[in-house]
């Protein structure tokens, strides 16, 4: 059995060391090249608003095969690192998908290795605090044994403290009721009533808010290598990260992805007008994420970027 290290391609990998400053220089690169184990450890304490990654599943593609077995022992590096480098504010949001386990007495049934990860993680001191479904209306038909196509994933958001930035009025949507039902609503003076419906809520306030709360299922359509100039097999739709993003982070805060890939998280938060970075081990997709990045800065309005005190 295979781990991502074993596919380290070499070339220009940073693997940093002491006074090397990791945080800065992703920032400013886009994408750093290497292992995100090291680089993780070198990021300074509690100085990372969100980190929203996508890590490769279990034993799911050729650029890294972990055995669900063995994936918590070899998640909780990184877990700890990231831990440490989190403002007492920050979150650690995960995209993640269990699998059927290929061999073993559980082959043929749903491997437990997700639900063993964010068990570990809250023990070693991540709040859990919500799980999402991101919900793919396009997944992709094909044989899955006695059970329907996949068509969703989850998206697990820890806390680094007790009181994390939580933005809900940024990712509200239109609320469902029409213009007509909202109006009348508003003039309501009599909104709170106790009824088996109401529950005492005071209803004329719903529509003040200016939208609804989204929910825990975000509902995106995945994207298949569609992206201007990216080939990554594994690429993360935009709309996905633009949600948590907007929702854990403040404008200028700081973003990072350890696993990279393709840049989702960083083009779309710098595009958010936050600061995003990241690292990828495999050299062939740091080359395209840095293209990608590229193209998209330029299409950005000048002075988005701006520094968040980190001068
Ligand atoms: C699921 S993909 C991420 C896709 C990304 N969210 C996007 O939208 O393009 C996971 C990535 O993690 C990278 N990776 C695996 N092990 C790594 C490690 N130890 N350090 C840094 N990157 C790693 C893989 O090469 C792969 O590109």
Same mark, same amino acid.
């Given at each position: 059995m295979r781990d991502a290290g074993d596919l380290v391609d070499q070339g220009s990998i940073v693997t940093g060391g002491r006074g090397t400053d990791i945080l800065r220089r992703s920032l400013a690169e886009g994408v750093l090249h290497g292992d995100a184990e090291l680089l993780l450890q070198q990021l300074a304490r509690e100085s990372v608003d969100l980190f929203f990654t996508s890590p490769?599943? %279990?034993? %799911?593609r050729a650029y890294s095969r972990i055995h669900p077995d063995r994936y918590v022992e070899w998640f909780l590096p990184f877990a700890r690192s990231m831990y440490e480098a989190a403002k007492p504010s920050g979150s650690l949001i995960l995209n993640i998908k269990n699998r059927v386990a290929k061999d073993g007495p559980l082959k043929g049934q749903r491997h437990p290795y997700v639900y063993h990860l964010v068990l570990a993680l809250q023990n070693m @001191? /991540?709040? /859990?605090?919500e799980t999402y479904i991101w919900a793919k209306p396009n997944g992709v038909p094909g044989k899955f044994g006695p059970r329907t196509k996949d068509s969703f994933e989850y998206v697990y958001h820890f806390t680094r403290g007790p009181k994390p930035y939580f933005d809900l009025d940024a990712i509200r949507v239109p609320y469902k009721a029409d213009e007509a039902e909202i109006a009348r609503r508003k003039r309501d003076t009599a909104g709170r009533r106790s009824t088996e419906a109401g529950f005492g809520r005071d209803r004329t306030k719903t529509y003040l808010l200016g939208g609804a709360d989204p929910g825990n299922v975000v509902s995106v359509s995945q994207t298949y290598n569609q992206h201007r100039g990216v080939a990554h097999t594994a690429a993360m739709p935009e709309g996905l990260a633009e949600f948590f993003i907007k929702a854990a982070t403040p404008k200028g805060g700081i973003v990072i992805d350890p696993? %990279?890939? @393709?840049a989702t998280t960083i083009v779309v938060a710098r595009r958010l007008g936050r600061l995003a970075g990241g690292f990828e081990i495999h050299e062939r997709f740091v080359e395209d994420a840095l293209r990608r990045i590229a193209a998209d800065v330029a299409d950005d309005i000048p002075g988005q970027l701006v520094n968040a005190g980190l001068g």
């Amino acid at each position: 059995m295979r781990d991502a290290g074993d596919l380290v391609d070499q070339g220009s990998i940073v693997t940093g060391g002491r006074g090397t400053d990791i945080l800065r220089r992703s920032l400013a690169e886009g994408v750093l090249h290497g292992d995100a184990e090291l680089l993780l450890q070198q990021l300074a304490r509690e100085s990372v608003d969100l980190f929203f990654t996508s890590p490769p599943y %279990a034993d %799911a593609r050729a650029y890294s095969r972990i055995h669900p077995d063995r994936y918590v022992e070899w998640f909780l590096p990184f877990a700890r690192s990231m831990y440490e480098a989190a403002k007492p504010s920050g979150s650690l949001i995960l995209n993640i998908k269990n699998r059927v386990a290929k061999d073993g007495p559980l082959k043929g049934q749903r491997h437990p290795y997700v639900y063993h990860l964010v068990l570990a993680l809250q023990n070693m @001191g /991540w709040r /859990w605090i919500e799980t999402y479904i991101w919900a793919k209306p396009n997944g992709v038909p094909g044989k899955f044994g006695p059970r329907t196509k996949d068509s969703f994933e989850y998206v697990y958001h820890f806390t680094r403290g007790p009181k994390p930035y939580f933005d809900l009025d940024a990712i509200r949507v239109p609320y469902k009721a029409d213009e007509a039902e909202i109006a009348r609503r508003k003039r309501d003076t009599a909104g709170r009533r106790s009824t088996e419906a109401g529950f005492g809520r005071d209803r004329t306030k719903t529509y003040l808010l200016g939208g609804a709360d989204p929910g825990n299922v975000v509902s995106v359509s995945q994207t298949y290598n569609q992206h201007r100039g990216v080939a990554h097999t594994a690429a993360m739709p935009e709309g996905l990260a633009e949600f948590f993003i907007k929702a854990a982070t403040p404008k200028g805060g700081i973003v990072i992805d350890p696993f %990279a890939g @393709g840049a989702t998280t960083i083009v779309v938060a710098r595009r958010l007008g936050r600061l995003a970075g990241g690292f990828e081990i495999h050299e062939r997709f740091v080359e395209d994420a840095l293209r990608r990045i590229a193209a998209d800065v330029a299409d950005d309005i000048p002075g988005q970027l701006v520094n968040a005190g980190l001068g």
